[in-house]
């Protein structure tokens, strides 16, 4: 059974939203006088964010103790922390719960989705953490225990008084790896959990994990790129078809609560499924690798990455008349939903793909946005299919050259030669 992480984000690069119709409540009824209360529809978005990534990949390395079952960079980087900086890792990671809770409401303090910070690289997010007072941090512990009770189905309130054993027996529910008489010496004194707190961070991201972050960048956002190149009817399908798990139970019961669905890419999290869910908001984690590797041409193809997000983009005919439109200039989105005649909502999707895929480009302007088409773009896919038609052209003229070799060989019990020729694939899982 994939293991459960649910956490909270980070950033460097794009946010891109797509709008999923959502289910509303209710009793359906044609009767003019009666009015439902709507809900906002449900908005997808895909993004890389240091923020959240960091919040993942910590949370991973604090797991990373069997070797068989995680990545090998996860497990060396907990072996690589020594004795006191693990232990720093064990105690503030270790008493919220197994959802690890702590670590995500110093996320969510950051508030990542705001505009400002979607951009934010770790020195913003380090220098909130740095703004926060202490008692800040005295608060999101007894809140990240709070909602460990929740998940127990109890109404808990923080003791009152400043009683040791009182505090051991409210925080011993969500112990796991820290003792438990330094976390409560700790929550005594916010001061030290603070310091504690942004030290572990900073020396985590510097030490260990901003030039890993680096390395791996282009695979997450060559990942973003074909998540966006792909138009989703559900959040339970765009989980399913990045992640290749299905979506929990329990995520798929709260998205009633839930109002924005954000996707990430990791590079690290192997077949495990990881999760936020902090409503309004749901942050899911699929593995960057195997959605790269599911696309991702042989070294010497002469197919590159970025051409399947183009032909996906293309491969509608709505959006092919959203071009067609444009080849007589550039022009606003207003103008775009008036020639087509269709929803607002529907033409931002078609646009936001194409933008994604680089066969628009967009140029905002007094409060509106410009689309033209990106003629270049459009070139390279065409270069691109022309390579390989060229390809399969010159492997014709071989073997008619070679008296057409492939008709001497038998056709053993009537097997496809091609069939025989390609060896197994086994399934991405």
Known sequence: MPARFPMQGLTTGGYHAIVISRYRGGRASGAMGELLVGRPALKLEVAISVPLDLTSVISLVFRATDARRFERWLVEARKALGAEWEHDLDTLLGFSGRLLYYVEELLMSFDPFRPEHR????????????????????????????????????????????????????????????????????????EQLKERTVRLLERFWLELYAAEFERVLPVMRRAVRQARATTFTSVATAFEELSGHRLPDEVQMALPRVERVTFCPSYYLGNFVQFILYPPELILYFNCQRTSAATQPEPESVISPDLLPGLRA????????????????????????????????????????????????????????????????????????????????????????????????????????????????????
């Open 314 to 429: 293309l491969g509608d005919g709505t959006r092919l008349r959203i071009i067609e439109f444009l080849r007589n200039g550039e022009r606003y989105a207003q103008e775009i939903v008036g020639m087509l005649g269709i929803s607002q909502s529907a033409v931002s999707r078609h646009l936001a793909m194409l933008e994604a895929a680089g066969i628009v480009t967009v140029r905002p302007a007094n409060g509106m946005k410009y689309y033209a088409i990106n003629s270049q773009r459009l070139r390279q896919i065409a270069e691109e299919l022309e390579r390989i038609g060229s390809v399969e052209r010159m492997s014709a003229e071989q073997d008619n050259s070679n008296g057409s070799r492939a008709a001497l060989v038998p056709h053993a019990a009537g097997r496809s030669l091609l069939a025989e020729d390609k060896p197994p694939h086994s399934a991405v899982e």
């Open 119 to 190: 951009e934010a690289g770790f020195e913003q997010f380090l220098a909130h953490l740095q703004r926060l007072p202490a008692w800040a941090y005295r608060s999101m512990a007894i809140q990240s225990m709070l909602r460990v009770y929740l998940d127990r189905g109890a109404l808990e309130a923080p003791p009152e008084s400043d009683d040791p054993v009182v505090w051991r027996a409210f925080f011993e529910p969500g112990i796991t790896r820290a003792d438990i008489d330094e976390v409560v010496r700790l929550v005594q004194a916010p």
